[in-house]
């Protein structure tokens, strides 16, 4: 029904910059909140950025002044521009859309196949 396609992750030295993206297709009606989160192995997945269908952005204190969260709501695509990067960003980093599909008028949560960040040292 719904897909998210997450695009630029990599290896980036630190200090070093990326931007991820993440584009939802399928039978969407709106898309409420937009999400990007990451995860270590062995550690559960933390909430790095969240963006309303307003604009209205919310950051972990561990990313904020560094990452920047924004969407086109044109193309149903959400953006994480990752300045600064340190060693310890390095994680999957997954995207999640709340999604109000277009047959039932009801809302789901759609997560992205996950794009691996490595900032070496």
């Known amino acids: 029904q719904v897909q998210l396609v997450e695009s630029g992750g990599g290896l980036v030295q630190a200090g070093g910059s990326l931007r991820l993206s993440c584009a939802a297709s399928?039978?969407?009606?709106?898309?409420?909140?937009m999400n990007w989160h990451r995860q270590v192995p062995g550690k559960q997945r933390e909430l790095v950025a969240t963006?309303?269908?307003?604009?209205?952005?919310n950051y972990a204190d561990s990313v904020k002044g560094r990452f920047t969260i924004s969407r086109d709501n044109t193309k149903n695509t959400v953006y994480l521009q990752m300045n600064s990067l340190k060693p310890e960003d390095t994680a999957v980093y997954y995207c999640?859309?709340?999604?109000?599909?277009?047959?039932?008028?009801?809302?789901?949560?759609?997560w992205g196949q996950g794009t691996q960040v490595t900032v070496s040292s």
């Open positions: 999640n859309a709340i999604v109000l599909l277009t047959s039932t008028q009801s809302s789901y949560s759609y």
């Open positions: 963006i309303t269908s307003g604009g209205s952005t």
């Open positions: 399928g039978s969407i009606f709106s898309i409420n909140a």
